[in-house]
């Protein structure tokens, strides 16, 4: 079936401008995350749901990132006011069960990522 | 906190040699660790995973890896590079309550004719 699709694939934004990334993820996934992979880094956590509730988003850094899951599937990440700083590829990741009944033996899959540039 | 280092950012060899990509391991119980593998302009696949059962973990395209204690290492290998093996390789540890993957910064694997 279908894996983790992402759009847009590339967003050019100038700096002060809001931005909506979307994540569709695998059918019937329950857990859904959010990773920020800045340039010639390793993904970082942002957040994660379990269907629509958000369940942890300390990696979010500012309050101008926001995320939702109104419907637990499709997931949309908002980032207000955008700075230079927020310039990375954002990916979106799901797996079919949540901690802690995943146990450890869950496996994340993800999509291809949306690279924002602001200018 | 989880966390690991992978030890070189970047390895080079030649088509038809060994592969070795080296990650330590922080954990305060014991991990649940991955090997990710990024192709250029393509989306993260899983190479394999250790969950405890076996201690060498067979994954995809011939990579192993094998989780020792005793060092905290948890190093991927391949007897033979192929050049489609060029991408850049994260060693991943799940995170202390089971839901975020913490990330090691990647090794890029370059493969010479």
């Known amino acids: 079936g279908a894996g983790v699709s992402q759009s847009p694939r590339y967003k050019v934004a100038k700096r002060g401008q809001d931005v909506a990334l979307r994540c569709d993820p695998i059918s019937g996934h329950v857990s859904l995350f959010w990773y920020q992979q800045a340039l010639g880094q390793g993904p970082e956590f942002l957040t994660y749901f379990q269907n629509e509730a958000q369940l942890d988003k300390s990696g979010l850094p500012s309050d101008r990132f926001f995320a939702e899951r109104p419907e637990g599937s499709v997931s949309t990440l908002k980032i207000q006011r955008t700075q230079q700083e927020d310039s990375a590829v954002y990916l979106c990741a799901s797996s079919s069960r949540s901690p802690p009944l995943a146990g450890l033996r869950d496996t994340q899959y993800f999509g291809p990522g949306t690279r924002l540039t602001v200018l | 906190a989880q966390s690991v280092t992978q030890l070189d950012s970047h390895v080079s060899v030649s088509e038809g040699t060994p592969v070795l990509l080296r990650c330590n391991y922080s954990?305060?119980?014991?991990?649940?660790l991955f090997w990710y593998v990024q192709h250029p302009n393509k989306g993260l696949q899983l190479l394999l995973k250790y969950t405890s059962a076996a201690t060498l973990v067979k994954g995809i395209n011939g990579f192993e890896a094998e989780f020792k204690k005793s060092e905290t290492s948890f190093h991927l290998t391949k007897p033979s590079a192929h050049m489609s093996d060029a991408a850049e390789y994260f060693c991943?540890?799940?995170?202390?309550?089971?839901?975020?993957?913490?990330f090691g910064a990647g090794t890029i694997l370059r493969v010479k004719s």
């Open positions: 954990s305060s119980y014991s991990p649940s």
């Open positions: 991943v540890v799940r995170g202390e309550y089971g839901n975020k993957l913490v």
